[in-house]
């Protein structure tokens, strides 16, 4: 009988133990797709998901960190010719070139840099992360602000909450639930390539903190009156909090604010 694994907990791993919440998450990662021409798996463990996910693609690769569990991985799945378990942390993977998905039970600890590098990835079709559920809420507007990566990327990416999953369905339980954060590529951007210099220098002008308030940071670089022009066109009070400014909001600002 093989001996347990010790959970690492410089590796923040939280193994998911439930069958229905592992299938759950893996047809969102499928979503509208019958299959999925390559998935790349961030935090394979002992291949809950994997197991799930190997169905619906042409190409798993499963990455796991941990290399105690990296043979009992490809002995489970030794008969699976699409799962192709790579040992080694999935941040030094090189993006492929040709479209691909992420999923994964993302370490707590790591969640931000998985993020980061989903976005950076240039063929990147969509990622289905289970996060901790407080980092999802924040991503997406959940608790009814919005924060500066996700306002600055809105044009190609569209981020939400797909669900939560109680803590009780991990092994060993971690102190939070997880929620279950999908970030899609948009098809077509809300903006041209040619505007998307302007729009990060806008979104970070008003998330500077200068000023004291969005109104005032903005009108570091625009004139009082198109600021209050832009603030009237799209509804916002000249107090509010920049957080509080949804991406429509801020789409508004862009269109009557720059050339």
Same mark, same amino acid.
């Given at each position: 009988?093989?001996?347990?694994?010790?959970?690492?907990?410089?590796?923040?791993?939280?193994?998911?133990?439930?069958?229905?919440?592992? +299938?759950?998450?893996?047809?969102?990662?499928?979503?509208?797709r019958r299959q999925i021409s390559l998935l790349l798996e961030v935090?394979?463990?002992?291949?809950?998901?994997?197991?799930?996910?190997?169905?619906?693609? !042409?190409?798993?690769?499963?990455?796991?960190i941990d290399p105690r569990l990296?043979?009992?991985?490809r002995t489970r799945f030794s008969e699976t010719p699409q799962v192709h378990v790579i040992a080694g942390d999935f941040m030094g993977t090189r993006?492929?070139?040709?479209?691909?998905?992420?999923?994964?039970?993302?370490?707590?600890? !790591?969640?931000?840099?998985?993020?980061?590098?989903?976005?950076?990835a240039p063929a990147i079709t969509d990622a289905t992360l289970l996060t901790q559920l407080e980092y999802?809420?924040?991503?997406?507007?959940?608790?009814?602000?919005?924060?500066?990566?996700?306002?600055r990327s809105w044009p190609r990416y569209e981020w939400r909450l797909v669900g939560r999953v109680d803590r009780r369905r991990f092994s060993p339980v971690p102190r939070v639930d997880a929620g279950i954060l999908?970030? +899609?590529?948009?098809?077509?951007?809300?903006?041209?390539?040619?505007a998307l210099a302007g729009w990060r220098h806008l979104?970070?002008?008003?998330f500077s903190g200068v000023g004291g308030s969005l109104h005032a940071s903005l009108r570091?670089?625009?004139?009082?009156?198109?600021?209050?022009?832009?603030? !009237?066109?799209? !509804?916002?009070?000249p107090h509010v909090l920049v957080g509080e400014v949804s991406p429509d909001r801020w789409l508004r600002l862009h269109r009557e604010l720059m050339p």
């Open positions: 009988m093989a001996r347990p694994t010790h959970v690492s907990r410089a590796l923040s791993q939280n193994f998911l133990a439930d069958r229905a919440t592992a +299938e759950y998450v893996a047809q969102l990662a499928v979503t509208h935090g394979a463990g002992k291949g809950a998901l994997t197991a799930r996910l190997a169905p619906h693609c !042409r190409e798993l690769h499963a990455h796991e990296v043979p009992g991985l993006p492929p070139r040709t479209p691909f998905a992420v999923a994964g039970n993302v370490p707590f600890s !790591r969640t931000a840099d998985i993020v980061d590098w989903c976005l950076r999802a809420r924040k991503r997406t507007g959940d608790y009814g602000s919005w924060t500066l990566l996700t306002v999908r970030i +899609e590529r948009r098809r077509t951007p809300l903006l041209e390539p040619p979104v970070e002008l008003g570091r670089a625009h004139p009082r009156r198109r600021v209050d022009a832009a603030f !009237r066109a799209a !509804r916002l009070d």
